[in-house]
């Protein structure tokens, strides 16, 4: 071996049960999702579903509990069909895996070994970044009630452990490969954690906002709102703050100094004196 | 209004229906999680779990599709029952987040309004400041197939986006309860990104590796193992390199000293020829 090589040897080599896993899809594509031993093929569906939402596409079952295939799974699967039709059944770990260069295995509770422990969203890194190296990973999930057994874990080079509540972690099969393909998604997902959303929408420049706050307070003056001088100042400035706060679009804009006309026009229409001093102009 | 006050006014006060919820908690311990319009009472059980694993606590339906209680939501909880026991129901949007400062909605599109829009990651962060600063938030989901309307979304100041694969997005409604409820959790989750787990386990020191090193190749020499002589360094350093990238245990190290006994020792006892080169000796 040279330097630089991973030093676990091929287990296929191993084995003596070469080409064990007849790829659909080139290596480095994405991580393999390995369910062991799975009791339910409905919730080997739901985590099919659960892969294609975080953009994970190979499924391989060791053992699954009633065989496969399993016509339920499919109407679990909600669209994922195509993984499910492309799952390979394999008989124990070692042949599932036998292709893989990396092996991370999900475990609730920390292991009494020296092993690598990574959270969720460290694993979906470096999983990133072995799958850029063109390497092929797998990840275990174990049986619906028991999870991963020492043995199963000792086929292992890395644990994956989700940070959840300890009062209460129940996390069901489909739940937990939600989780892992959501932090492998983003991971690498570009969207802006905070945007505003401008479609199609022109934003107002600040001059029609005072614009139109000059009107609306010269209103407000002419109806007597804003009489009480001493508080004048501190209720145009709460105005400001709360209009000049966000952001408002032409078109609202339009709407508001329509508002204001109608308001004005039906004071002036009515002739009558300035309604009470509202409660929130009490300060 | 005093400046620094949030701007919207108590929906209560503007719908007339003050003290719609009877928190059972104190504000600020955690998010509300307010389903809209839910279809299947399954769901509403399944998203109760979800909820606890992430430490979320206050539920509240608006108009349940079929009713509250449903028996059935019970059966999919798995230990959240008092989640649901405690769980509101509301006859609409504003009466359910009456109580609430601040209103989240979750939706798979971008609208074609003026909101800031949140990856769920980030709307965590500021759930978790919103909370710090004692401020109650709801967080609302839409009913299974059709989601919040522009309506129900207008009742927000805030939506939440999740990033998913656009090719394939099937988040059912406890997958989006439970997405939301790990970055809820993780967000202020002190778990380290990657450990190395010694509970009551000894790592042997490098000096033991050393000289468990200098044995192993002594004994590889004796049996002939290294004999091609330009190989010797190369092949040295590979074993080295190989076995010092790890970790090992006291116990792990004993056991391969014993390992490397037993093989020179059945050479000796058999008196034969050492074996052939292996192929992996061969560079």
Same mark, same amino acid.
């Given at each position: 071996m040279g330097s630089g090589e991973i030093p676990f040897p091929s287990l296929a080599?191993?084995?003596? #049960?070469?080409?064990?896993?007849?790829?659909?899809a080139p290596p480095g594509e994405s991580p393999v999702v390995v369910l062991v031993r799975p009791q339910m093929a409905e919730n080997i569906g739901a985590a099919a579903r659960a892969m294609a939402n975080g953009g994970l596409f190979h499924l391989r079952l060791v053992a699954p509990r009633d065989g496969w295939?399993?016509?339920?799974?499919?109407?679990?699967?909600?669209? =994922?069909?195509?993984?499910?039709?492309?799952?390979?059944?394999? !008989?124990?770990? $070692?042949?599932?895996?036998?292709?893989?260069?990396?092996?991370?295995g999900t475990c609730p509770r920390p292991r009494h070994v020296i092993i690598e422990t990574l959270t969720a969203r460290a694993a979906a890194g470096d999983l990133r970044a072995i799958n850029a190296e063109g390497q092929r990973a797998?990840? *275990?999930?174990? $049986?619906?009630?028991?999870?991963?057994?020492?043995?199963?874990?000792?086929?292992?080079?890395?644990? &994956? #452990?989700? !940070? *959840? /509540? $300890? =009062?209460?972690?129940?996390? /069901?099969?489909?739940?937990?490969?939600? &989780?892992?393909?959501?932090?492998?998604?983003?991971a690498e997902e570009p969207t802006p954690a905070r945007v505003f959303v401008t479609n199609e929408t022109h934003v107002a420049t600040k001059g029609s906002l005072e614009a139109?706050?000059?009107?609306?307070?010269?209103?407000?003056? =002419?109806?007597?709102f804003l009489e009480t =001088?001493?508080? #004048? $100042?501190?209720?145009?400035?709460?105005?400001?703050?709360?209009?000049?706060?966000?952001?408002?679009?032409?078109?609202?804009?339009?709407? *508001?100094?329509?508002?204001v006309t109608e308001l004005a026009r039906g004071r002036m229409v009515r002739g009558r004196k300035p309604d009470p001093t509202p409660p929130w102009a009490d300060e």
């Open positions: 080599s191993l084995t003596g #049960r070469e080409g064990g896993a007849d790829l659909a295939p399993q016509a339920v799974a499919w109407r679990m699967a909600s669209g =994922a069909d195509r993984i499910l039709d492309a799952a390979e059944v394999f !008989p124990d770990i $070692p042949s599932a895996v036998a292709d893989c260069h990396r092996v991370m797998a990840i *275990l999930f174990g $049986p619906e009630r028991a999870g991963l057994t020492a043995d199963d874990l000792a086929c292992c080079d890395t644990l &994956i #452990r989700y !940070p *959840l /509540n $300890p =009062a209460h972690m129940s996390l /069901n099969l489909a739940q937990a490969v939600m &989780i892992l393909a959501y932090e492998w998604w983003t139109f706050l000059d009107r609306l307070v010269s209103e407000l003056d =002419a109806c007597g =001088a001493h508080k #004048r $100042p501190l209720m145009v400035r709460n105005l400001r703050h709360w209009f000049l706060r966000g952001q408002v679009t032409e078109q609202e804009l339009r709407t *508001l100094h329509g508002v």
